[in-house]
C-alpha cells in the first residue's frame, strides 16, 4: 500500500481537461522511483478508481475544475473542501462520478487522512484533440511545484536520480509528440465534418 497517492484526472483530448494528467505526468518523473508513492492517471475512470483510494492515506489530486475565475487560474483546496469543488460547477462526467467515488469510500469504511486538489481554471474544453491552450499551460509547471510542496509537508520528496525508463503514459501520449502529430483541421475537422453531413443528406 502506498502512503501516498497522486492521481490525475481529466481526458486528454478535450484540451484543457487534460490538463490534470498533464501534471501527473510530470509529477511521475520526479516521484515513480519512491516506494512510498503511486502516480495514477485517473482519466475518467469514475468507480473503478476505488481500489486505489481504498489503498492509500493521503491523495493529492490534479484536475481543471471551473471555480469561476479567469482562464489559467491555479487554486488548491484541502479535505472537506475538495468534494464541493468537484462538484460546484462540473466540467465533465468524471467529476460528478469521482465525487461518488468519495463518497463511495466513506460508506465502505475507507478514511483518507488528508486530501488535496490543485486546480486549474481551464479555457477551452470542447476543442477535441486539441492540447492545453497557452493560458492554462503556462500553469502546469506551478501546479506541478505547488504539488511538490503539499509532498514536502507530507515527507515526500522528489527522486534526485535520472529521470525513470518508464512514462506513466504511452510515448504516443506526450505533450510534444501529440501537439506535433495533431491532423490540421482540413485533414480532421473538429466540430463535425462537413462533408460527412452533406453526404448523409443526399
Same mark, same amino acid.
Given at each position: ?10 481526458n486528454?483530448?478535450w ?10 505526468? #510530470?509529477?511521475?518523473e ?5 516506494? #512510498?508513492v503511486?502516480?495514477v ?8 478508481? $476505488?481500489?486505489?483510494l481504498q489503498?492509500?492515506?493521503?491523495? $493529492?489530486?490534479?484536475?481543471a475544475?471551473?471555480f469561476?475565475? +479567469? ?7 484541502r479535505?472537506e473542501?475538495v468534494?464541493?469543488?468537484?462538484? +460546484? #460547477?462540473?466540467?465533465?462526467? !468524471?467529476?460528478?462520478?469521482f ?10 469504511g ?6 488535496? $486538489?490543485i486546480?486549474?481554471q481551464p479555457?477551452?474544453l470542447?476543442?477535441y484533440?486539441?492540447?492545453l491552450?497557452?493560458?492554462?499551460r ?12 503539499v ?7 522528489a527522486?534526485?536520480?535520472?529521470l ?5 503514459? !504511452?510515448y ?15 485533414s ?5 465534418d ?7 443528406k443526399?
Amino acid at each position: 500500500m502506498a502512503e501516498v497517492t497522486i492521481l490525475g484526472l481529466g481526458n486528454l483530448l478535450w484540451a484543457d481537461e487534460g490538463v490534470g494528467v498533464r501534471a501527473a505526468e #510530470k509529477l511521475f518523473e520526479q516521484y515513480a522511483d519512491n516506494e #512510498k508513492v503511486d502516480v495514477v492517471d485517473g482519466g475518467t475512470q469514475g468507480l473503478a478508481l $476505488l481500489p486505489w483510494l481504498q489503498q492509500t492515506e493521503k491523495l $493529492l489530486i490534479m484536475d481543471a475544475i471551473d471555480f469561476g475565475m +479567469a482562464p489559467g487560474s491555479l487554486a488548491m483546496f484541502r479535505d472537506e473542501q475538495v468534494p464541493a469543488y468537484l462538484t +460546484a #460547477k462540473k466540467l465533465s462526467l !468524471h467529476q460528478t462520478s469521482f465525487s461518488e467515488v468519495l463518497a463511495l469510500l466513506q460508506l465502505t469504511g475507507g478514511q483518507l487522512s488528508e486530501i488535496v $486538489l490543485i486546480g486549474v481554471q481551464p479555457e477551452c474544453l470542447d476543442d477535441y484533440g486539441g492540447s492545453l491552450t497557452p493560458q492554462v499551460r503556462a500553469q502546469l509547471m506551478p501546479a506541478v511545484y505547488l504539488a511538490q510542496e503539499v509532498l514536502a509537508q507530507w515527507g515526500i520528496t522528489a527522486s534526485s536520480a535520472a529521470l525513470p525508463t518508464e512514462r506513466l503514459n !504511452h510515448y504516443s501520449l506526450c505533450m510534444e509528440r501529440y501537439e506535433d502529430e495533431r491532423p490540421d483541421a482540413q485533414s480532421a475537422c473538429r466540430v463535425g465534418d462537413i462533408r460527412v453531413l452533406q453526404r448523409e443528406k443526399s
